[in-house]
């Protein structure tokens, strides 16, 4: 086992690294699908296709399981904020540069969660050079 595999080893990070939790925070709270965010975006997608096809049980799936895999993102945001850290490994310091990617991709994120229209009809029209 690596450091940092393990999930009470993210306890307390607010305390020692908060733009780095408050950034991890930003991206599970993408993965569970909130607004305003790229993963609210995608999975409004994947399941309004869903239900315009006529899979009604698959969008159905869908979201039972990103329910269930939001309860598994928050208690990581738990841990970061509500638990002190003991004795666990320190999470690597974090250059400049990596923090300024993670900006960067905070910054995406929003952005296709917030304005995905522009984005959405580039991918149309590159898909209709395809079919």
Known sequence: ERANDDLRDYA????????LATLMTFFLLSLGGFPPTAGFIGKWYVFSAAIGSGYYGLAIIGVLSSVVSVFFYLRIVVMMYMTDRDARPVPPQISGLAMGGLVFAMLG?????????????????SISTIF
């Open 12 to 19: 307390g990070l607010w305390h020692s690294h908060p733009a």
């Open 109 to 125: 994120v929003l952005y296709l969660g917030v304005l995905p229209t522009r984005v959405i009809e580039l991918a149309q029209q």
